[in-house]
């Protein structure tokens, strides 16, 4: 086989996992769509269900992305494979490779993860505290160590989520148990990250940068748009609602 081909099929390697996950990631949403339903009385059948063309899309992705894994490793060897994900828990990759995960990772657990579940004030910090502090610090020893923690803390927080632990914690101890949850996380990242520094002068400036920061543009945000635009922010919890006793009790 040439060059041309093996390099084709080892992107068509890597290329059918993302699309089974796509494809699962599209019957997973699908699934919490209306299948059978009555409306008004009147009942409608799987087939008429909205969720029928999504769920048909997101099982085929799936199915073919196999189709395409089978053939890629019969070409390239399921050891390529293994190469690359050994790599990829390694941090072994190229540092241009890396950001770009790391840049396309923090923006989807910040949009998907974090928004719609947790304190608008609480997830835009910890964003921002994470995005600044790995690439501000210019340091790639720091950036991996950085940004494995905060990868383990969101995973572990997605099955927190995906188990629906949440809502039984805000229903049976407070009501903002999992605003109170990810400001821990938030205050464990930073922590670690003040360790990681302390011994640099030049770090420490950029820690109490990136931690100013990632604290007032939010502080500064969330009222404009709440108060001033009148905009319903994302998700409103704890810290939002100490903004509304603050904001009802000073300005009446």
Known sequence: MD???????????????????LGLWIV?????????????????????????????IGFALMIL????FKVAVNAVGISYLKKGLTKLIKFKMEERDLKFIAILSLFAFYVYLFIPRVDFFVSTAL??????????FEDLDLFKRLYRFFMTGSLVLLVFFLFKLNRLLDESIFIYMTDLLVIAFFILYCSYAFILTIKDNRLKLRYRTSIIVAIVVPLLISPIFKYFLKVILPTEGLVIEVMNIIRYSVFK
């Open 28 to 56: 997973f949403e699908s699934f919490k769509m209306p299948i059978k339903d009555s409306y008004a009385g009147v009942k409608n059948v799987w087939y008429v269900s909205p969720a029928l063309f999504p769920l048909i």
């Open 65 to 68: 992305s196999v189709f395409l």
């Open 3 to 21: 060059n041309e081909k093996v390099k084709l099929r080892r992107s068509d390697l890597f290329t059918s996992i993302v699309l089974f996950l």
């Open 127 to 136: 964003f921002l505290m994470v995005f600044i502090s790995i690439f501000y």
